[in-house]
């Protein structure tokens, strides 16, 4: 394989494993063990740092108005193209878990394409979005501005399970 297929494997590895670990951590926690927590996710956030750096050496990172292009890219083809047939799948399958998991991915990716288009024509606009707060959903990935909703209008989680982010 060539260096830039092995950059992007590296990549989607290093990505992957730091979502992984923290998601590890977030179970050793549960499971009472504060240190081993830790310990993941100090490796998910070195995995981080080798992603970013393999993004780079690939060229992955250019002007905000190329990357928020790309961002509304990739959104796009999520719900447009990649979701709907995993969640049909997960139907037929009778594969309850993964039909919900594809099913909010499908309806967050969409709103995430939407809110990437609204930053795109404010900086293409020669400005920046407005200060506001955004919130975002722990269970589905829903992203709101200014005030977590009473009720999650994707997974219908109540308003205690979004997260602020600053």
Not at 74 to 99: C, D, H, I, S, W
Not at 104 to 113: K, S, W
């Amino acid at each position: 394989m060539s260096t830039k297929e092995n950059l992007a494997n590296a990549f989607a590895g290093e990505s992957q494993a730091n979502r992984k670990y923290l998601a590890f951590a977030k179970q050793a926690e549960v499971d009472g063990f504060p240190q081993v927590a830790k310990l993941f996710r100090a490796a998910a956030h070195a995995e981080t740092v080798h992603a970013h750096a393999h993004l780079r050496a690939m060229g992955g990172i250019r002007e905000t108005v190329e990357n928020l292009k790309e961002a509304i890219e990739g959104e796009g083809f999520e719900f447009q193209t990649m979701y709907p047939p995993y969640l049909e799948e997960a139907k037929t399958e009778g594969n309850r878990v993964a039909e919900i998991s594809f099913r909010n991915a499908l309806a967050v990716e969409e709103v995430h394409h939407d809110l990437y288009q609204k930053a795109l024509a404010a900086v293409m606009n020669d400005g920046d979005l407005p200060a506001r707060k955004v919130y975002v959903c722990e269970i589905c990935g829903n992203t709101v501005y200014d005030f977590a909703p009473d009720k999650c209008p994707v997974c219908q989680v109540p308003k205690d399970r979004f997260t602020l982010i600053d």
